[in-house]
């Protein structure tokens, strides 16, 4: 295999394109699930092949109880250097580990003290917190989903407003919006070249709330308002639950996008228009950048197989 072993970990560059296309292009819908799922294969070959590095370069050193069949010079002829590459692998797979690690379990505790705070409130589905504070966000999980606001948020916004609040936080719970997120979060720990991705996915998955926010309210203007007053009014106070893994996307891009007309909703963009030759291009780019990472990440995984002794 040669050079062609370390695809999987800078293939991710490739998907850069189709993050930047997705966002203006697509319906917010498709882009967030396209974008989360190149973005969980990219992360899930390149964590994959970095492992698969380390046990090549490390498979020859003594006293290592891998088999020895793995530490043969078929072996170790398909990794460049790797003896360097094999050593560097350790810290760099452990640091992946560490970060996924820690992005989990600082989702689970946001989690569990989001719903620890809402105890012996009633069983509602808006959940009012008194709270100097301004916030709203939507809380799944527990024994139901439920949308949090505090009362200074209620106080700042108009009755109008607060309906388009409460629709855009229902449209995050109705589409799962926190397990696209968790996704994204944890691929870009895993490879920081899917940086973008994780941006890319977030800024749609708003855009996503947004346009099903102004389908309940019937007003897309009303909606821009309410994300513009809930913005400003939540400027500096701390995100307390999974929102707060991710920024809410570039606000005056969202508005723009409020204030112009609806996204078709199809799926794809026509060959024929000015937009489809580059969105069908980045898009077959990002698929070829997956199936070589995993074909190279699958040919490495082979070649340790066929040498393992029975």
Request: glycine share 6%; with cysteine; aromatic share 4%.
């Amino acid at each position: 295999m040669g050079i062609f072993v370390f695809l999987p970990l800078v293939l991710p560059l490739s998907a850069w394109p189709i993050a930047r296309l997705a966002e203006q292009r697509l319906h917010p819908r498709t882009a967030t699930t396209l974008l989360t799922g190149v973005a969980a294969v990219l992360a899930l070959c390149s964590t994959v092949c970095l492992a698969l590095l380390m046990v090549v370069g490390t498979a020859q050193l003594p006293g290592n109880p891998l088999p020895d069949g793995w530490s043969d010079p078929e072996v170790r002829d398909s990794v460049p250097r790797h003896e360097i590459v094999g050593k560097a692998a350790i810290p760099a797979l452990l640091a992946v580990l560490a970060g996924c690690a820690h992005t989990l379990l600082r989702h689970l505790r946001l989690r569990g003290r989001a719903h620890a705070a809402l105890e012996g409130l009633p069983a509602t589905e808006v959940a009012v917190l008194p709270d100097p504070q301004p916030y709203a966000y939507a809380l799944p999980g527990g024994p139901r989903d439920r949308i949090v606001v505090s009362t200074a948020m209620l106080a700042r916004l108009a009755s109008r407003e607060r309906r388009a609040v409460f629709a855009h936080e229902r449209a995050h719970l109705a589409a799962r919006h926190h397990r696209h997120l968790l996704i994204v979060l944890l691929a870009a720990r895993a490879n920081p070249f899917l940086l973008p991705l994780r941006n890319a996915v977030v800024f749609a998955a708003e855009r996503w709330a947004d346009e099903e926010a102004a389908q309940a309210v019937g007003s897309r203007r009303a909606v821009a308002r309410a994300i513009g007053m809930a913005a400003l009014a939540s400027r500096g106070t701390p995100s307390p639950t999974l929102a707060g893994l991710a920024a809410p996307g570039p606000l005056p891009r969202r508005v723009a996008a409020l204030l112009g007309p609806a996204p078709t909703v199809h799926s794809w963009p026509s060959l024929l228009t000015t937009a489809g030759p580059a969105v069908w291009t980045a898009a077959a780019g990002a698929l070829l950048s997956a199936m070589s990472s995993a074909n190279s990440a699958l040919t490495l995984l082979l070649l340790l197989h066929a040498a393992t002794p029975l």
